[in-house]
Nanobody
Framework: VQLQASGGGLVQAGGTLRLSCAASGSISSINGMEWYRQAPGKQRELVAS???????NYAESVRGRFTISRDDAKSSLYLQMASLKPEDTAVYYC???????????????WGQGTQVTVSS
């Protein structure tokens, strides 16, 4: 199982970006999916999560500016980011909890990270 994150880049403060994360492999089902970020010198933090029933949660620092969504038909996760601030600068990682029925494997996969840089 692999996750491929994309969509990062350089944007001015106040701008928008949309991150995508595509899962591949013999996945039978994906439960929770999350976006994390890690800024230089800081610990990785949870940005947003979405359950299989579409329940969402956001870190206080991004609530009202970021929107997490998923498309199960495409095994994909998205993060729409608006009103970006310099403090949003970080490497963003996606994660997904998956099940493979054929092998009864349950696990968590991580994307490789995509850099988001917000200039002031």
């Amino acid at each position: 199982v692999q996750l491929q994150a994309s969509g990062g880049g350089l944007v001015q403060a106040g701008g928008t970006l949309r991150l995508s994360c595509a899962a591949s492999g013999s996945i039978s089902s994906i439960n929770g999916m999350e976006w994390y970020r890690q800024a230089p010198g800081k610990q990785r933090e949870l940005v947003a999560s979405i359950s299989s029933s579409r329940t969402t949660n956001y870190a206080e620092s991004v609530r009202g500016r970021f929107t997490i969504s998923r498309d199960d038909a495409k095994s994909s996760l998205y993060l729409q980011m608006a009103s970006l601030k310099p403090e949003d600068t970080a490497v963003y990682y996606c994660a997904a909890d998956y099940i493979i029925y054929a092998t009864m494997e349950v696990g968590r996969a991580w994307g490789q990270g995509t850099q988001v840089t917000v200039s002031s």
